[in-house]
């Protein structure tokens, strides 16, 4: 039991205070031993306080905290007035101290501040290599580059890097030891199609790293390149076929890449829109549209020669090209004629005339196509006539084009359209007219259809129309005239036949509400019309 003394007032003898039983007092006299720090360590003495509680203190227990950190704790025994605080950062510390007996915990101590020295590594072993890259783009038949990265040295330089290269089924490796300096090595005596492992590891004075091992790795090289190219025109495209490559040299082929000539100099590139074809019997081939080719970087033009270089790609890398190809020029369809006219000629026939076109495409016209429209017609219709390429001109009988569907009567203007060829395509021309001329009759021949049918009243039930004497009745007269009747979507009614002189007509007992076409033919002793043109109603 710890207790104080004092000397009384009167100066008579020595009196004495203990401690209540209980808890101990605070320990006191909490010091740094500055003669014990290290460099990630530090010690602390203290003292019981004045008071064990009038029982023995058991334990005492330090507690020590970095800034902003949870408080860490030592126990230490009763008997022992110091502690060791280890695994140290280089920061502050507060450290207090708890005395305890059996009773329980004192108080904390006062606090104290200590500040650790600078932690100093301590030299090791280097970390191992890191980053293992095989360089395949720079493989020859027989050797590869391989290289690594390295992140630290232990605390001591590294002095050498050691090498092993494992090829699949041997147990013994081939050896390299290199200078710390280097960072990669070249590979050699390698068979293309086997299987590669290599280990790295660091050396230093302290000793060697763990090995680094990389992943497997088949040894092969760029693939030989392609052979037999070809260069075919196909209209509007050009078509680039080849044989793939005799080898991939032990990387599979992922595709070919196909180089095409520019226009303005011996410069080659690569086509993004050459999509592969896989033909079978390791052929391939792929289409190139001429607008691409007119394009940037290639600026070919019609009546250009194409020619195409392939190259094999695996993952090594690209093969050297292939030979050129032969020629394929581009062609286009031709432009198209000009300054299209119709005018009459001697016999009254349709003569169409027309300039032919400033450019044939790069590819020989091969002739021309005429289509016939008079005011009268819906559209362009073809005649039967096809002029040469030499020819800029066509006469058309009137006589073919006066029936359907053109209905080529007195006053109609006749237009026409002239279309060139070549292998590649066509060109159609801009209409041209200015022919308008009177039909000339035959004789002896069936009349013509009927013309100009007008309605003239509509009711619920009946139709009344008009129309005009067909313009040549082949010199004999109109002995009657046939009305045909159809309703939409139904059968044609019989037909009416009707003698009156008098150009008009009733039809009755129609149904409301349906749509019917109405066309007339005329007879003669020659024979009949064909029909008229439709009137719907």
């Given at each position: 039991?710890?207790?104080?003394?004092?000397?009384?007032?009167?100066?008579?003898?020595?009196?004495?205070?203990?401690?209540?039983?209980?808890?101990?007092?605070?320990?006191?006299?909490?010091?740094?031993?500055?003669?014990?720090?290290?460099?990630?360590?530090?010690?602390?003495?203290?003292?019981?306080?004045?008071?064990?509680?009038n029982?023995?203190?058991?334990?005492?227990r330090?507690?020590?905290?970095?800034?902003?950190?949870?408080e860490?704790?030592?126990?230490?025994?009763?008997?022992?007035?110091?502690?060791?605080i280890?695994?140290?950062?280089?920061?502050?510390y507060?450290?207090?101290?708890?005395?305890?007996?059996?009773?329980g915990?004192?108080?904390y101590?006062?606090?104290?501040?200590?500040?650790?020295?600078?932690?100093?590594s301590?030299?090791?072993?280097p970390?191992?290599p890191q980053?293992?890259?095989?360089?395949?783009?720079?493989?020859?038949?027989?050797?590869?580059?391989?290289s690594?990265?390295q992140?630290?040295?232990?605390?001591?330089?590294?002095t050498?890097?050691?090498?092993?290269?494992?090829?699949?089924?041997?147990?013994?490796?081939?050896?390299?030891?290199?200078?710390?300096?280097?960072?990669?090595?070249t590979?050699e005596?390698?068979?293309?199609?086997?299987?590669?492992?290599?280990?790295?590891?660091?050396?230093?004075a302290?000793?060697?790293?763990?090995?680094?091992?990389?992943?497997?790795?088949?040894?092969?090289?760029?693939?030989?390149?392609?052979?037999?190219?070809?260069?075919?025109?196909d209209?509007?495209?050009?078509?680039?076929?080849?044989?793939?490559?005799?080898?991939?040299?032990?990387?599979?082929?992922?595709?070919?890449?196909?180089h095409?000539?520019?226009?303005?100099?011996?410069?080659?590139?690569?086509?993004?829109?050459?999509?592969?074809q896989?033909?079978?019997?390791?052929n391939f081939s792929?289409?190139?549209?001429?607008?691409?080719?007119?394009?940037?970087?290639?600026?070919?033009?019609v009546?250009?020669?194409v020619?195409?270089?392939?190259?094999?790609?695996?993952r090594?890398?690209?093969?050297?090209?292939?030979?050129?190809?032969?020629?394929?020029?581009?062609m286009?369809?031709?432009?198209?004629?000009?300054?299209?006219?119709?005018s009459?000629?001697?016999?009254?026939?349709?003569h169409?005339?027309?300039?032919?076109?400033?450019?044939?495409?790069?590819?020989?016209?091969?002739?021309?196509?005429v289509f016939?429209?008079?005011?009268?017609?819906?559209?362009?219709?073809?005649?039967e006539?096809?002029?040469?390429?030499?020819?800029?001109?066509?006469?058309?009988?009137?006589?073919?084009?006066?029936n359907d569907?053109?209905?080529?009567?007195?006053?109609?203007?006749?237009?026409?359209?002239v279309?060139?060829?070549n292998?590649?395509?066509?060109?159609?021309s801009?209409?041209?007219?200015?022919?308008f001329?009177t039909?000339?009759?035959?004789?002896?021949?069936?009349?013509?259809?009927?013309v100009?049918?007008?309605e003239?009243?509509?009711?619920a039930?009946?139709?009344?129309?008009?129309?005009?004497?067909?313009?040549?009745d082949?010199?004999?007269?109109?002995?009657?005239?046939?009305?045909?009747?159809?309703?939409?979507?139904?059968?044609?009614?019989p037909?009416?036949?009707?003698s009156?002189?008098v150009?008009?007509?009733?039809?009755?007992?129609?149904?409301p509400?349906?749509?019917?076409?109405?066309r007339?033919?005329?007879?003669?002793?020659?024979?009949?019309?064909?029909q008229?043109?439709?009137?719907?109603?």
């Amino acid at each position: 039991m710890i207790g104080t003394s004092s000397l009384s007032d009167e100066g008579e003898g020595t009196t004495f205070t203990t401690c209540p039983n209980g808890v101990p007092d605070a320990p006191v006299a909490v010091e740094h031993m500055k003669d014990f720090r290290t460099q990630t360590s530090f010690k602390v003495s203290f003292e019981e306080g004045n008071c064990d509680g009038n029982f023995a203190v058991e334990s005492f227990r330090v507690h020590y905290k970095r800034a902003n950190e949870d408080e860490q704790t030592m126990l230490v025994d009763g008997s022992v007035h110091y502690a060791e605080i280890t695994g140290l950062e280089k920061d502050s510390y507060q450290v207090r101290v708890v005395a305890n007996n059996k009773e329980g915990a004192s108080k904390y101590s006062r606090s104290i501040t200590i500040a650790a020295p600078l932690r100093t590594s301590t030299a090791t072993v280097p970390p191992a290599p890191q980053d293992i890259v095989f360089h395949a783009e720079d493989a020859t038949e027989t050797s590869m580059v391989v290289s690594w990265s390295q992140d630290g040295n232990g605390g001591s330089p590294i002095t050498n890097y050691m090498i092993e290269v494992f090829k699949a089924g041997d147990n013994v490796p081939a050896e390299y030891e290199i200078d710390a300096s280097m960072m990669e090595k070249t590979l050699e005596d390698l068979e293309i199609g086997e299987t590669y492992t290599v280990s790295i590891c660091a050396k230093n004075a302290e000793g060697d790293s763990e090995k680094a091992i990389s992943e497997d790795i088949v040894f092969a090289n760029r693939p030989d390149a392609p052979t037999d190219v070809e260069t075919i025109n196909d209209g509007d495209a050009i078509i680039i076929s080849w044989t793939g490559s005799d080898s991939d040299n032990g990387a599979e082929i992922t595709g070919y890449e196909v180089h095409i000539n520019q226009h303005f100099n011996h410069q080659w590139s690569s086509s993004d829109e050459c999509e592969v074809q896989d033909e079978g019997a390791d052929n391939f081939s792929c289409r190139v549209s001429v607008e691409s080719l007119k394009a940037l970087p290639f600026s070919l033009t019609v009546g250009d020669k194409v020619k195409a270089k392939v190259v094999a790609i695996n993952r090594i890398g690209a093969s050297d090209e292939s030979e050129e190809s032969g020629e394929a020029k581009i062609m286009a369809a031709p432009a198209e004629p000009t300054l299209v006219a119709t005018s009459l000629n001697a016999e009254n026939n349709v003569h169409v005339s027309f300039i032919p076109p400033t450019s044939n495409g790069g590819s020989p016209i091969s002739g021309y196509r005429v289509f016939i429209k008079t005011e009268v017609s819906d559209d362009y219709e073809e005649v039967e006539s096809f002029i040469r390429a030499s020819d800029s001109y066509v006469d058309i009988s009137s006589l073919l084009i006066k029936n359907d569907p053109w209905h080529l009567r007195e006053g109609t203007e006749v237009f026409a359209k002239v279309v060139a060829v070549n292998e590649v395509g066509e060109a159609t021309s801009a209409p041209g007219g200015g022919a308008f001329f009177t039909i000339p009759c035959e004789i002896n021949v069936a009349p013509d259809a009927p013309v100009d049918l007008l309605e003239q009243t509509v009711t619920a039930r009946a139709i009344t129309f008009t129309w005009s004497e067909p313009k040549c009745d082949g010199g004999l007269p109109i002995q009657s005239y046939f009305v045909h009747v159809e309703r939409f979507g139904d059968q044609a009614l019989p037909d009416d036949i009707y003698s009156d002189d008098v150009k008009e007509f009733t039809i009755e007992n129609l149904k409301p509400a349906s749509t019917y076409s109405i066309r007339l033919s005329a007879r003669t002793m020659n024979g009949r019309s064909p029909q008229s043109v439709a009137l719907s109603v």
